[in-house]
């Protein structure tokens, strides 16, 4: 799981610089399945008063910068009902 690592060693840059409370992989990569021209599933919590617009986009970049792929930035109260719980039981957090 090199994209957890990597992930894992920015995360205090993204908890400081975007607000976010928590984040973590799900999907392909997080089942160890991605492809050449998978995108990364990411889930993330922002803390209390942080998620605003600009925060948002600027972790997307961010994200799609240090990856170097397209990143399908998700939050927990976005997540469509049908698909929340496979979603939390595969989430991989850094």
Same mark, same amino acid.
């Given at each position: 799981?090199? =994209?957890? %690592?990597?992930?894992? =060693?920015?995360?205090? +840059?993204?908890?400081?610089?975007?607000? +976010?409370?928590?984040?973590?992989?799900?999907?392909?990569?997080? &089942?160890?399945?991605?492809?050449? @021209? =998978?995108? /990364? @599933?990411? /889930?993330?919590?922002?803390?209390?008063?942080?998620?605003?617009?600009? %925060?948002?986009?600027?972790?997307?970049?961010?994200?799609?910068?240090?990856?170097? &792929?397209?990143? @399908? /930035?998700?939050?927990?109260?976005?997540? &469509?009902?049908?698909?929340? @719980?496979?979603?939390?039981?595969?989430? +991989?957090?850094?």
């Amino acid at each position: 799981m090199e =994209s957890l %690592n990597i992930l894992k =060693s920015h995360v205090e +840059v993204i908890h400081q610089k975007f607000g +976010v409370k928590r984040i973590g992989i799900f999907g392909s990569f997080a &089942r160890g399945e991605e492809k050449e @021209d =998978s995108d /990364l @599933d990411v /889930l993330v919590v922002f803390e209390e008063g942080q998620k605003t617009f600009d %925060n948002y986009m600027d972790l997307k970049f961010y994200l799609e910068d240090l990856f170097g &792929r397209e990143v @399908d /930035l998700v939050t927990e109260k976005a997540l &469509r009902p049908q698909l929340e @719980d496979i979603i939390m039981k595969e989430v +991989v957090y850094a």
